[in-house]
């Protein structure tokens, strides 16, 4: 990672239907630099640059403002979940958010913040984003790395009344997910803390977790479980979900799939393709049962 990004989103956190609202718009021929695109969309000149904004950042939206693969297949008009009713599709969206880098604290968060602390402050946080950028050259103002802070806590959690300084409180795209929870924590001053839940995450189905796997460049044929687990973009770190988890759910995909193993002999623990399929056709399988 040797470019980071805190602006853009105009403190606005996404919205549920944004995302929907933005391919339709850019699919039909608009672009969001158009005069009518504040009449178009219905919202107001922040938000459309808003809208944008979060477009390229879960992946809908490529560096030449064209809509990418990914978002024809979730909300095209044979997409697979345009209105994003099946939460593998937020799990989806989540892990495109990570994996592309446009919006940085999503993946600096999931990649590296939360393997240092489990439980943390929103000061705590803003300390980690200001080291980083001092270790990448990077100069941010601090107030802009608070608005990020701010806006990455409303993607997950639903506004509460400890967050009195959040203004905007409707609910972020990511809060079903419940990726992150407000914990009470003893102390002598009102300090709020949040906690990443780290769990079987059950609900995930083993196809979102192999397209996941099958979609990172970095790995090959066989990938060892601590891969799986820590490696950048892994599904341990962009989930949070258990070893344990992980290894029921690709003993499903092997029992599925024959040219997939799971291996667990004398300490060696690793996923093994006999031969790679088309990450599509994993998720094919999943939308189309």
């Known amino acids: ?60 939206l490529d560096s030449k403002k064209n809509l990418t693969d990914f978002a024809r297949y979730i909300f095209g008009e044979k997409g697979n979940d345009p209105f ?22 999503y993946s600096l968060f999931f990649n590296e913040f939360r393997k240092e602390k489990s439980e943390f402050s929103r000061q705590q946080l803003v300390n980690f984003l200001k080291r980083k950028c001092e270790e990448l050259d990077t100069v941010v103002s601090e107030n802009t790395i608070e608005r990020d802070v701010s806006v990455f806590l409303s993607t997950y959690l639903k506004p509460g009344r400890e967050d009195k300084e959040v203004k ?3 609910a972020g795209l990511l809060v079903d997910l419940e990726m992150i929870e407000r914990i009470n924590k003893m102390g002598e001053d009102e300090t709020v803390w949040f906690r990443v839940v780290n769990t079987e995450k059950e609900e995930i189905p083993p196809e979102i977790l192999l397209f996941c796997i099958l979609d990172n460049e970095d790995y090959g044929n066989s990938i060892s479980l601590h891969g799986l687990l820590t490696a950048v973009n892994s599904i341990g770190g962009v989930f949070a979900i258990s ?32 031969h790679k399929i088309d990450k599509w056709e994993v998720l094919d399988n999943y939308y189309g049962k």
Not at 96 to 105: D, F, G, T, Y
Not at 244 to 249: A, D, E, H, P
Request: hydrophobic residues 40%.
């Open 168 to 170: 905007d409180l409707s």
């Open 84 to 105: 994003i009713e099946d939460i593998a599709s937020l799990w989806l969206l989540h892990y495109s958010l990570v994996k592309r880098n446009h919006a940085s604290i």
């Open 1 to 60: 990672m040797n470019k980071l990004n805190f602006s853009g989103h105009e403190s606005f956190q996404c919205r549920e239907l944004w995302l929907k609202k933005g391919f339709d718009f850019v699919n039909s021929g608009k672009s969001f630099n158009d005069p009518d695109a504040v009449v178009e969309l219905g919202v107001g000149k922040n938000m459309v640059n808003s809208i944008q904004y979060w477009m390229t950042a879960f992946c809908a």
């Open 243 to 274: 070893s344990g988890s992980i290894v029921k759910k690709l003993e499903a995909l092997t029992g599925k799939y024959k040219w997939l193993t799971y291996m667990d002999d004398a300490g060696i623990k690793e996923v093994q393709f006999k």
